[in-house]
């Protein structure tokens, strides 16, 4: 038997004061207010988007459509991403259309946005009306009196209401082969990682594979097994049928340049390509930097292509591979407000169109994603760049947003002002206000597409409860389906 001494100088009991009981309020106070203003922030959305659709209709058949028009007014307005802004916009309608009951505890503070957001992302499946307005209900007086959970145990104890009123309407985990998946992500200093889960095939391939490779070079290669294996990895990606040698012996037999069609763009200073400078680099296509060493290492087997301004503006639409560079090299990413899509994936647009007399010069041409492209083509976005690359929005109902070239602070040299560009030609002038290109038309509408994927996730549902003996417990994991491709993340 184990005996304690415990001195009484190790207790402490708080004492009960106006402060210390004004602090706790004002905290519960705050965390009321909160989730108040964030319910706030969803009616506004809300009421934005059924004030565009009164204005403009549905418009559901356009690529660019009412849904995300509206998005990227709300994107503009709160500096985020569209996928980010989608997200609000879901929820909002969710608000307005779906959970009416959860959303006036939500709107009092009673609950918060994260609880909102599994709430709402753990009924949608939820088709029938009469079904969904029976759950709101429930849901609605039950989750406030629910103790502080996880968001993990949250969705279980929905999961469990949900699952009592609809079956097929749960939100269920998928198989393990259905469940396989690569995830890459950036980590810093210009590295990332990556986790999966494979088919065992498709893994004993990858090993063997990356084990050839790995042997392929000489004996006095100075990394170690591990970091051959990621550069084998990297190399196999590329295409390529061997690792190249790092041992640096002229004279090396294994020593060969890696062949590879894929090409990758990244941006630095001259100084820092060759090694007298620690300023990093950028890469076209992601968010890190890559450490000034790292791009001197890179350069020694990389083609190095000087980025420079033109003299003049090119006679023609579609800019030469040197302006392209130019100009995404520039930018780095999509110049609308808020949106961070990596240039590489961007169209280059003419600020001032190309039919309207604009020219095909560096100050008349911006990085757009295909959106926002459609957006100011379509959809009444006005833009002025200036010759730095800096750019002027304004969008309905006198919004102006400026957004700078992401070059501005990591490379300023990029953003030197390129000069004005030529005026208009007056031969083009002319069809200004006339535009001639049509908006692109989806093959199915996003309320249809929806449909399609919430009956295809019911009858998933259906045939796994038929496929599952009564009483028998399927093995859970914590990944759930991501949402619809269509749609942005749940959360």
């Known amino acids: 038997m184990l005996e304690h001494m415990f001195d009484l100088a190790d207790y402490w009991e708080p004492s009960v004061t106006d402060q210390s009981q004004t602090l706790i309020e004002r905290m519960r106070m705050a965390g009321r207010a909160e989730a108040q203003a964030a319910a706030a922030r969803l009616d506004a959305i809300g009421e934005l988007f059924e004030l565009r659709r009164v204005e403009r209709g549905e418009c559901a058949d356009w690529a660019v459509d009412t849904w995300a028009a509206v998005g990227g007014e709300v994107a503009a307005a709160f ?23 959860v959303a006036a505890a939500f709107r009092a503070g009673t609950i918060d946005y994260r609880t909102f957001q599994t709430l709402a992302y753990r009924t949608d499946l939820i088709t029938d009306e009469q079904v969904l307005t029976r759950v709101d209900a429930e849901l609605a007086l039950r989750v406030p009196r629910w103790p502080s959970m996880t968001r993990g145990k949250l969705a279980h104890a929905i999961d469990r209401i949900v699952a009592a009123a609809d079956p097929d309407a749960r939100r269920r985990v998928r198989e393990q082969l259905q469940d396989r998946h690569v995830t890459i992500w ?6 990332a990682e990556m986790t999966g889960r494979l088919c065992v095939i498709d893994a004993t391939t990858l090993d063997a594979r990356l084990r050839a490779l790995v042997a392929t070079v000489c ?12 550069d084998a990895l990297g190399a196999l990606a590329a295409g390529a049928q061997r690792l190249g040698c790092g041992c640096g012996t002229p004279d090396c037999t294994a020593a060969q340049k890696t062949a590879s069609p894929v090409v990758i763009h990244v941006v630095a200073e001259q100084a820092t390509v060759e090694g007298r400078s620690q300023t990093p680099a950028a890469l076209l296509g992601a968010e890190g930097l890559i450490p000034a060493d790292l791009v001197t ?27 392209a560079a130019l100009v995404r090299a520039r930018d780095l990413t999509c110049r609308a407000p808020g949106c961070d899509r990596p240039a590489t994936d961007c169209d280059l647009d003419h600020t001032i169109a190309f039919a309207d007399g604009g020219t095909t010069h560096p100050s008349n041409l ?43 602070l ?12 030529p005026e208009p030609d007056p031969a083009r002038a002319d069809r200004r206000g006339q535009p001639t290109a049509k908006m692109p038309l989806r093959a199915r509408t996003r309320a249809q ?9 019911r009858h998933r549902n259906h045939q796994a409860r038929r496929a599952t003996p009564a ?21």
């Open 79 to 101: 500096a985020t991403s569209l996928a980010m802004a989608g997200s609000y916009l879901r929820y909002a309608l969710a608000m307005r259309q779906r959970l009416p009951e």
């Open 186 to 191: 950036e980590s810093e200093d210009g590295m």
């Open 219 to 230: 004996a006095a290669d100075p990394r170690t097994n591990d970091q051959r294996r990621a």
């Open 297 to 323: 290492e890179l350069a020694i087997a990389a083609r190095v292509q000087p980025i420079v301004a033109p003299a003049h503006a090119e006679p023609r639409y579609r800019p030469s591979a040197t302006v």
């Open 366 to 408: 911006k990085c757009l994603c295909r959106t926002h492209h459609l957006l100011a083509t379509f959809w009444g976005w006005r833009a002025q760049q200036l010759p730095d690359g800096t750019v002027i929005w304004r969008l309905a109902d006198h919004q102006t947003y400026v957004t700078t070239p992401g070059s501005a």
């Open 410 to 421: 990591l490379f300023p040299a990029l953003a030197t002002p390129t000069g004005d560009p």
């Open 449 to 457: 597409h929806r449909a399609h994927y919430i009956a295809a996730e």
């Open 471 to 491: 009483g028998q417990a399927r093995a859970t994991d914590t990944r759930h389906r991501p949402p619809d491709p269509d749609d942005p993340p749940p959360f």
